[in-house]
């Protein structure tokens, strides 16, 4: 098996890794650079063009730095990815499609896309490939694990082992995984080492603390970041507080509540009877807000998820406001005017006295070591990340560490240092 990481070995988002036995080539994710790094324009055999008879695409999740590319590849290369995560995208698609033209390609070209079950292996060719949940930021991701010509690669995808969903993961990984011979891991935290220390159940706790303290609750979060989304919700149900959320919000909930075929039955993602989050109405292109409204949040309070821009910058001009608490619940890096995401959309519109309310949607390093003792792979390829050589350093001494290029081929035999 030949493993080539054609981007995504010195940079965060925007990976794609191809796997090639015999012929047969299985790439993984194919989406948009973050912002910062040099501009690269991807033409790859088997994936953008040439021969596509012995090719497939696996997407680990629906963030627009592993999908959004998708629409620029020919409708005959099968693309899979899991059933939830496609709903969600067609859901977004479906919102801002109508202005966003990438984002309504993209749409276009999900619908010929094919979807997996969760732990039920699929065949391409020489590959066999298992899916994998993993707890990620982004609801309904997945690791692969990857077998071909006698060896086995797990590729982790984006994951975390402090989210709602990550107590389950020793077990997963002893049932689907197993040891493996080679590991590509992503590395995102690797110079926020500690980065996850704080874990959705301890970031849901504090939410239920300060709802409680404050009557009216305004939070800053990403619409497609589930997890919180419903940890928010039932926080809000804990403390009386009444649960807003725009149209598109809701839809994005309705999605997942008791729907995925995994997790469905929690009582996380499962509405409370007669408790459903409160959908704010629109009129044109406001929010309507009457005084029975302003007379519902000044006796009962509120949380509302908030999104940057001016309509809801309008609607929280409109209603009580004393004492009012704002979280922002995402990376600070959007605030930050120094930095190359900075959005000046949801700068302006989040208060300079917010509070930080947040935990990273990747892996600790602490935790990362433990996967590697549990998979005990001859040898480990990092990608999703901006510093391998700290990653390097960070694990050589227990593990050997393969610091791939971009474009550079490792060919996975019995030598792990076998290099091409």
């Not at 596509?52 to 099968?78: M, N, Q, W």
């Not at 077990?171 to 959705?200: F, H, W």
């Not at 901006?386 to 081929?409: H, S, V, Y």
């Amino acid at each position: 098996m030949n493993i080539t990481i054609h981007r995504g070995s010195n940079q965060i988002g925007g990976c794609v890794t191809e796997y090639e036995s015999n012929g047969w080539k299985l790439f993984v994710d194919y989406g948009e650079q973050l912002p910062g790094y040099a501009v690269t324009s991807l033409q790859v055999e088997g994936l953008t063009h040439g021969d596509l008879s012995k090719s497939a695409l696996l997407i680990t999740h629906y963030h627009g730095d592993h999908v959004a590319c998708i629409a620029d590849l020919h409708e005959e290369l099968p693309i899979y990815i899991g059933q939830t995560a496609k709903g969600i995208l067609e859901g977004l698609s479906e919102h801002v499609g109508y202005v966003d033209k990438k984002q309504k390609a993209l749409n276009i070209r999900l619908k010929s896309a094919n979807t997996f079950t969760p732990g039920v292996s699929l065949e391409c060719g020489e590959f066999q490939i298992t899916p994998v949940v993993m707890d990620h930021s982004a609801f309904d991701a997945y690791a692969f694990r990857i077998e071909a010509g006698g060896l086995k690669v797990f590729h982790t995808g984006d994951f975390r082992t402090h989210g709602f969903r990550s107590s389950k993961l020793p077990q997963v990984i002893e049932k689907y995984v197993g040891r493996v011979d080679y590991l590509v891991c992503e590395a995102t935290n690797v110079c926020r080492p500690v980065a996850g220390v704080m874990s959705e159940h301890e970031l849901q706790t504090e939410f239920v603390k300060a709802f409680a303290e404050n009557k009216y609750n305004v939070v800053y979060l990403s619409s497609t970041n589930i997890d919180r989304l419903f940890g928010l919700y039932h926080a809000a149900l804990k403390t009386g507080r009444p649960f807003y959320v725009d149209g598109y919000q809701k839809k994005i909930m309705d999605i997942v509540a008791g729907r995925d075929r995994i997790w469905g039955k929690s009582r996380l993602y499962r509405y409370k009877e007669g408790r459903e989050p409160i959908v704010l109405h629109r009129e044109g292109d406001e929010f309507r807000v009457n005084d029975k409204f302003r007379d519902n949040l000044s006796e009962n309070g509120y949380v509302i998820i908030a999104r940057g821009g001016r309509r809801f910058d309008s609607l929280l001009s409109r209603i009580p406001s004393e004492g009012r608490k704002t979280y922002f619940s995402m990376w600070r890096g959007y605030l930050d005017k120094s930095n190359v995401a900075y959005s000046s959309e949801l700068a302006q519109s989040v208060p300079v006295n917010y509070e930080y309310l947040h935990t990273s949607g990747h892996c600790d390093m602490e935790s990362l070591d433990w996967l590697f003792s549990t998979l005990s792979p001859r040898a480990i390829i990092p990608i999703h990340t901006d510093n391998p050589r700290a990653f390097a350093d960070l694990f050589c001494d227990k593990w050997p560490i393969l610091m791939m290029q971009d474009g550079e081929t490792f060919r996975a035999i019995k030598d792990p240092l076998d290099m091409e």
